[in-house]
C-alpha cells in the first residue's frame, strides 16, 4: 500500500456560520407555513421551481463562494454547506440551480472566458440560469473516457455532434457543459483528447427528450446535439482539458450533504411520528440511523473543509459517495421498522407520499454521479490497491 491516510478534518466554524444557518432556517420555516413551496424527498433531483430559486437568488444564498464582482458573495464552502445542509433537510425545491451552483459555476469561474464570468455568473447567482451536465452518455455511463460525442474544429469554432444522457434538469436550463472528444484517444491515454464545452441550449442542433422515472417525475433526459455549431470562447479552459476539469469536478458533486440527506425529509417525519412508542428493536434502528447520519456528516464536513483550504479531495469524496448513497438506500429499507411504505393513496397523507417517493428513488441513488463500483475503484486506486 502507498501509506494514504484518509484525511476527513474536522472545521472550525465561526459565529458567522451559526447565524446564517439560522436565517436559512427561519426563511424555510416560513415558506412552509405560508405554503411557498411543498417538501419532496430527493428535492436536489425532483424538486424543481424556478421561481424558489429566484428567492433564493434574491436572498443572496447562490454563488455565496463566488467573488463580489461576479455576484457571489466572497464567504466560505462551509457557509455554502450550511445552507445547503438547510435546504436538503426540508426538501425544498433546489434543481433547478443546484448544478449550476454546485459545480458549474465554479467551473465558469476557474476555466471559462471572462465574457463568461461577468455575464452568466451573476444570472446564476440571482437563480436565473441554470447549467446542465452533458457527461454521461448511453454506451459511456461512469466510464467517461469512453465517451463518444465528437467536437470538430470548423471555421471559426466547433461543431458538436452526439448524445448525452440523463443530463437532469436539461429542459430547465440555458446551458450545458458538455463533455466531447476533440482528439483521437492514445493507446493508453484514454483521457486525453477530451474537451469540455459551454453550449446555449438554444443553439440549432439542439433537441432535448425527457426520461420519466418510475415516481412520475421527468428530470432525467437524453439530450442530442446534431453538428451543433459553437464559437470559440465556448470552450472551457484549454482544449484537451476536459478530464482534468471533471474530475475536480466530481469533488464538488460528490462530497457534499445531498449524498446522504436525499430522503432525510421522510426519516425524520416517520422517526418523530413513531418517537413516542419505539420498541426496543426500533430503538435500537434509530440509534444505528442517527448514528450513521453524524459520521456521513462529520466526513462531508471535512471535505468541505479540504475544498475550503484548496485542496482537491478527490479520494475523500468518492469514498463519502459511497457510504452515503449505500445510506440512502438501506435508510428507506429501514424505515420499514417505524411503518409500512405504501403506494401514494391520494388520502393527503404527505408522510406516506415521502416514502413512497424515496422507495421509487431509491435505485438511483448509487448510479447517479459515477456508480458504487466505479467509486470503489477509485478509492481503491487512491490509497495503493491497484
Known amino acids: 500500500m502507498s501509506g494514504f491516510r484518509f484525511n476527513f478534518p474536522a472545521p472550525e466554524l465561526d459565529q458567522s ?15 412552509i407555513r405560508e405554503g411557498g413551496f411543498t417538501p419532496v424527498t430527493d428535492c436536489w433531483c425532483a424538486g424543481v421551481d424556478p421561481g424558489f430559486s429566484r428567492k433564493l437568488g434574491k436572498k443572496g444564498w447562490l454563488g455565496v463562494t463566488w467573488p463580489k464582482q461576479y455576484g457571489g458573495r466572497e464567504m466560505s464552502a462551509l457557509h455554502r454547506y450550511v445552507i445547503t445542509e438547510e435546504l436538503l433537510a426540508v426538501g425544498a425545491p433546489v434543481h433547478a440551480h443546484w448544478i449550476a451552483d454546485r459545480q458549474s459555476g465554479p467551473l465558469i469561474l476557474a476555466s471559462g472566458t471572462e ?55 436539461a429542459q430547465h436550463c440555458q446551458y450545458m457543459a458538455v463533455l466531447a472528444r476533440t482528439s483521437d484517444p492514445v493507446e493508453g491515454k484514454r483521457h486525453e483528447g477530451l474537451t469540455q464545452f459551454l453550449v446555449p441550449l438554444d443553439s440549432r442542433g439542439v433537441s432535448i427528450s425527457g426520461i420519466r422515472d418510475m415516481s412520475g417525475v421527468m428530470h432525467f433526459n437524453e439530450s442530442h446535439f446534431d453538428h451543433v455549431f459553437v464559437s470559440d470562447d465556448s470552450v ?37 411520528q413513531a418517537a413516542s412508542d419505539l420498541t426496543e428493536r426500533q430503538a435500537a ?68 407520499d415521502l416514502l413512497t417517493d424515496s422507495l421509487l428513488r431509491q435505485p438511483s441513488f ?10 470503489k475503484g477509485i478509492v481503491a486506486r487512491g490509497i495503493g490497491l491497484r
Open 17 to 31: 456560520i451559526y447565524d446564517l444557518r439560522s436565517e436559512v432556517r427561519a426563511f424555510l420555516q416560513d415558506e
Open 236 to 272: 472551457l479552459g484549454n482544449v484537451g482539458e476536459g478530464w482534468k476539469q471533471v474530475t475536480g469536478e466530481l469533488a464538488l458533486e460528490r462530497s457534499g450533504p445531498e449524498r446522504f440527506l436525499s430522503t432525510f425529509i421522510a426519516v425524520e417525519r416517520a422517526l418523530v
Open 366 to 375: 448509487t448510479l447517479r454521479g459515477g456508480t458504487n463500483e466505479v467509486l
Open 285 to 352: 434502528v434509530l440509534g444505528g440511523i442517527i448514528a450513521r447520519v453524524r459520521a456521513l456528516r462529520a466526513m462531508s464536513l471535512g471535505v468541505a473543509a479540504l475544498l475550503e483550504s484548496g485542496k482537491s479531495p478527490d479520494i475523500e469524496a468518492a469514498l463519502v459517495k459511497d457510504l452515503g448513497t449505500r445510506f440512502e438506500q438501506d435508510v428507506v429499507e429501514r424505515l420499514r421498522e417505524f411503518r409500512p411504505i405504501l403506494w401514494k393513496s391520494g388520502s393527503g397523507d404527505g408522510l406516506d
Open 115 to 169: 465574457d463568461m464570468k461577468r455575464n452568466i455568473l451573476p444570472r446564476i447567482a440571482a437563480g436565473e440560469c441554470f447549467v446542465a451536465l452533458g457527461l454521461s452518455e448511453p454506451e459511456a455511463g461512469s466510464d467517461l473516457a469512453s465517451v463518444k460525442t465528437r467536437a470538430r474544429k470548423v471555421d471559426g469554432g466547433w461543431e458538436i455532434t452526439g448524445t448525452k444522457l440523463w443530463s437532469s434538469g
